[in-house]
């Protein structure tokens, strides 16, 4: 069988197994397997013995919901590949709002200095670095195993993003501008999700405590009183929005948001004068 002959039987598989988006990842998955392009893919490559076996054991863990993103070893985002594995979030398509509002505020003074607090796989850090390579970033990560990835995805983009491994901002002495991608699920639903996200990421890097927010609450206090940096943009989940900018006026700031594809508040922006 042909590639595209492969990736039909692949979906039907991925489809029993209770998964959407089955056809796409199909083909994702024969493509990577094989190590084709799209156009080969479609011009009728043939798979040899090896990239078959490859397949098999990617398409029996995909049937355990283990992320695509896990089995590849990658996730697009801003336009470029990130390397992703366990132990890291996978970066998610609205979580580039916060790469926007860094753009934004740091374009217009090169002599800025941004911060990226719980970078994860160092997604918002380096594509703002890369976009902006005159901008000093920085970015904070607890986890050692999420800055090892984080370290890896500097290399390939962005190497002169300073990497700390810290608490939030402990380590960090001066920021104009944060971005921060922080936990936010309340810890009683992270279980309800799908089993990609529950089973699979780190819940570190998932459990925002009682209500969601406890995380948040500890940046926005920090730099209200500490670095007052002229920005904070925070991404929250859904129906969180009202609730953070209730935290950030409670600390003197000016608050806007910002509305994903699907129209939901997904980034609070905190400007102190």
């Known amino acids: ?9 692949a979906a039907r598989r991925l489809e029993a197994a209770g998964l959407e988006d089955a056809r796409f990842e199909a083909e994702v998955l024969v493509r990577e397997a094989a190590g084709i392009s799209r156009a080969a893919y479609f011009a009728g490559a043939v798979l040899d013995g090896e990239a078959r076996r490859r397949l098999e054991g990617w398409l029996a863990r995909r ?3 283990e992320p695509l993103a896990y089995i590849t070893g990658w996730r697009e985002f801003f336009g470029r590949r990130f390397a992703v594995g366990r132990g890291v979030l996978v970066p998610r398509p609205e979580t580039e709002l916060l790469v926007e ?26 594509s703002v670095a890369a976009e902006a390579p005159e901008v000093t970033v920085v970015a904070t990560e607890i986890s050692e195993e999420a800055l090892r990835f984080a370290g ?10 300073g990497l700390v491994h810290c608490d939030l901002a402990t380590a960090v002495r001066r920021a104009d501008v944060v971005l921060a991608n922080l936990p936010y699920i309340p810890s009683g639903e992270i279980e309800a999700l799908e089993p990609e996200v529950s089973a699979w990421e780190p819940r570190i890097a998932l459990d925002g405590g009682n209500d969601g927010l406890e995380l948040i609450r500890e940046l926005v206090r920090d730099c209200a009183e500490r670095l007052r940096p002229r920005l904070v943009a925070l991404e929250v989940g859904y129906g969180q929005a009202d609730a953070v900018a209730e935290v950030g006026r409670g600390f003197g700031a000016e608050v806007s948001t910002m509305r994903d594809l699907a129209g939901i508040d997904r980034v609070v922006c905190l400007r102190w004068a």
């Open 1 to 9: 069988m042909n590639a595209r002959e492969v990736a039909g039987a």
């Open 63 to 65: 049937e355990r919901r």
């Open 152 to 161: 890896l995805n500097a290399a390939a983009h962005a190497p002169h993003v």
């Open 101 to 126: 509002a860094g753009l934004d505020a740091v374009r217009a003074d090169p002599g800025a200095v941004l911060l990226d607090v719980g970078t994860g796989s160092g997604a918002v850090a380096v």
